[in-house]
């Protein structure tokens, strides 16, 4: 089964602190994307990277920025944290080809900025 | 860009009542279509997923959807609900060729015993 571990479930940060988010997938996947999830928007695309070095501009990129080193490690950072920002965040992984493609989750992390 | 809808936000049934909840998209061009569940506390999953043939899909836990190409539409049916089907649906589109799933806003299913 393909898996994609964030490293926090929860977390609590002061506003104006940079904070790190990782996520990590085991399966190979070209393509990562981070998310952030909140009630009645659904899921909103912040990045997302194709490649090893790549990345793209989702939806809602401002105030974060991401880096991929590795295929298999993809990165969110928020550079000065606000409490617009507190949401619950998503990252995933995906194939490019293939008939699967589908997205695999993984947990969320829950980020409050107080 | 390509947009989702997802007509109904919160929906409440008794169980063994049927389920069926709306997807359109806005994208004219091939398409691969999700519906995703997220159990409470649980991570986000895929139901089933449409890429080409039958437009008619079977998922896990007695889940379908059917796809209609000529509505845009994917909607998600269950014949008979369960307490435990109560989560959060997304529905999501990749056009084809894009890397790129665009979900709808969810929508938040309870199930009452």
């Known amino acids: 089964d393909v898996k994609v571990t964030q490293s926090s479930r929860y977390l609590v940060k002061r506003t104006g602190e940079k904070v790190f988010l990782e996520c990590v997938q085991d399966?190979?996947?070209?393509?990562m994307f981070w998310y952030r999830q909140d009630p009645g928007l659904g899921l909103r695309l912040i990045y997302f990277s194709y490649d090893v070095k790549m990345k793209e501009k989702g939806d809602i990129p401002e105030g974060y920025s991401v880096s991929r080193e590795k295929k298999e490690r993809f990165s969110l950072i928020l550079e000065s944290a606000s409490t617009n920002q507190t949401s619950m965040y998503l990252c995933?992984?995906?194939?490019?080809?293939?008939?699967?493609?589908?997205?695999?989750f993984g947990q969320g992390t829950r980020l409050t900025v107080v | 860009a390509q947009s989702v809808s997802q007509h109904n936000h919160h929906v409440i049934l008794s169980e063994a009542a049927s389920l069926e909840l709306g997807c359109n998209y806005s994208y004219g061009g091939t398409v691969n279509l999700f519906w995703y569940v997220q159990y409470p506390g649980q991570h986000l999953q895929l139901l089933l997923k449409y890429f080409s043939g039958d437009p008619l899909v079977k998922g896990i836990k007695g889940f379908e959807a059917e796809f209609i190409k000529s509505k845009f539409s994917f909607n998600l049916r269950k014949p008979s609900v369960q307490w435990s089907d109560t989560a959060e649906y997304f529905c999501a589109v990749r056009p084809g060729g894009s890397y790129i799933p665009t979900f709808g806003r969810g929508t938040s299913l309870i199930v009452h015993p």
């Open positions: 399966m190979d996947h070209e393509n």
């Open positions: 995933a992984s995906s194939l490019t080809q293939g008939a699967g493609g589908e997205a695999f």
